[in-house]
């Protein structure tokens, strides 16, 4: 079975980590607190559409891009 959460988790870390951002910065960029950013990169809980993104904009990540990488992490 295909772990899409998972995939998307990655993702988002890798893409936070090229911005040079902390989990901190980019959760104060989206109004939610560190932990949170942490626990979705780690699949410990799974991120709202919206709050994907919102942090696809913080990050300036087009999302179709965004989803291209998923799709081969898959």
Do not use: C, H
Not at 28 to 46: D, H
Not at 52 to 63: I, M, R
């Amino acid at each position: 079975m295909t772990d899409y959460n998972k995939a998307i988790g990655e993702e988002l870390r890798k893409r936070r980590l090229l911005a040079r951002l902390t989990a901190y910065q980019l959760g104060t960029k989206i109004g939610v607190s560190r932990a949170l950013v942490n626990f979705w990169e780690t699949n410990k809980r799974t991120i709202s559409a919206q709050q994907l993104f919102d942090a696809l904009d913080a990050l300036n990540v087009e999302p179709s891009e965004f989803f291209r990488s998923v799709r081969e992490r898959v």
